[in-house]
């Protein structure tokens, strides 16, 4: 990877951040939803976000398993950015359930169940790496979560929760409005995992 300075990162990282959280806040609203679809935007955001650091770790933890061991940090920091995005997706959750619903967390819904268990199951694994702290135990465990997960976001049943609101919504501006929201998203996320990691190989 180019050495790219630590200050255009956290630089970069803040201000990408920053233009996430403005795109939200002008987007356009939607007919039934209203402006609580705003909430919808950060919330799917960063939990389809969090599918996707997931994935990205389970493949690097192959390959450290493999025997590139120059990519075990950026194995470690994808695997906690990605247990971060999906506790900030789920925390964010909150606010359109009440909006929308009248309760903060709706225990009865399997998403939400799937989603605290996979949070529990996610803190429990950083914990046991971090205490462990080696790299092919991690590497494994890295791989069993991320497969558990993606395997269950496809199976688990939803009742309240819409399947796929922004792809439903009655105007074609609204994917264009989450698109951009979510690529904003992506860019601060690879930005601070990329801060991360070079602090980490600074101490090395």
Request: proline fraction near 4%; charged fraction near 10%.
């Amino acid at each position: 990877m180019p050495k790219i300075p630590t200050r255009f990162l956290s630089l970069s990282t803040l201000v990408l951040s920053l233009a996430w959280i403005i795109a939200a806040a002008i987007a356009p609203v939607e007919r039934t939803l209203g402006t609580t679809v705003r909430w919808v935007y950060v919330h799917a955001s960063l939990t389809q976000l969090s599918l996707l650091f997931f994935l990205g770790a389970a493949i690097l933890a192959i390959l450290v398993l493999l025997g590139k061991e120059t990519l075990e940090p950026w194995m470690r920091v994808t695997g906690w950015m990605a247990l971060g995005l999906w506790a900030a997706g789920f925390l964010l959750s909150t606010i359109p359930a009440k909006l929308s619903w009248g309760v903060w967390v709706d225990f009865h819904e399997p998403r939400t169940q799937m989603t605290l268990r996979v949070l529990a199951a996610g803190i429990l694994f950083l914990l046991v790496t971090l205490w462990v702290n080696a790299s092919r135990f991690t590497a494994i465990f890295q791989i069993v979560l991320s497969a558990v997960l993606l395997t269950l976001i496809r199976q688990t049943a939803v009742v309240r929760h819409p399947v796929n609101p922004i792809a439903q919504a009655d105007t074609a501006a609204i994917p264009l409005a989450y698109s951009i929201i979510f690529l904003l998203a992506l860019l601060a996320s690879l930005s601070l995992t990329w801060r991360w990691v070079r602090a980490i190989q600074d101490r090395m």
